[in-house]
Every structure is written in structure tokens, then in C-alpha cells.
């Protein structure tokens, strides 16, 4: 099966984009569990957190990071 993510980065299944850069996308979740539900994702494709630790620490952090400027953005 093909990666849902990666289609969603690479436009192949549409997304309500809140925001990306060269590395990271935020699209809003398509059954939100919260008033502000925004998915931050790497644009390379990653198997879990670990590996993207491992692989591309700075692509980690920028996701970090946003995790704490986008809800902010969104209320």
C-alpha cells in the first residue's frame, strides 16, 4: 500500500494546507477530533519518529517548532 502522506505531499490526494515549506506540511485533519486539528507532517517519506530522528534531526525540530506556532495561528 502506498503511503497516505507521501500522496498528500506529493498532491496526489488533496489537503486543506495550512502551511509547508522545503521540508514540513500542516493540513487540517479531515475528521477533526478538536476545535484546531492540524496534522504536521515531513515531506519525506519516514516510517515513525525514530527514524526521522535518526535521518534528518533538523527536519524534526522544524516540525517541533511549528507544533507550537500553529495553533496559535489557527484560534
Do not use: Y
Not at 503511503?3 to 509547508?20: K, M, S, W, Y
Not at 478538536?34 to 515531513?42: G, Y
Not at 527514524?51 to 511549528?66: G, H, K, M, Q, S
Request: charged share 20%; with cysteine; aromatic share 4%.
Amino acid at each position: 500500500m502506498k503511503c497516505l502522506f507521501c500522496a498528500i505531499v506529493n498532491g496526489e490526494i488533496p489537503a486543506d494546507i495550512v502551511r509547508q515549506s522545503d521540508n514540513v506540511l500542516a493540513f487540517n485533519d479531515i475528521n477533526p477530533v478538536a476545535p484546531t486539528h492540524v496534522l504536521i507532517i515531513p515531506k519525506i517519506h519516514v516510517e515513525n519518529a525514530a527514524e526521522l530522528t535518526l535521518a534528518n534531526p533538523d527536519v524534526l525540530i522544524e516540525c517541533l517548532r511549528w507544533l507550537q506556532v500553529l495553533p496559535k495561528n489557527e484560534s
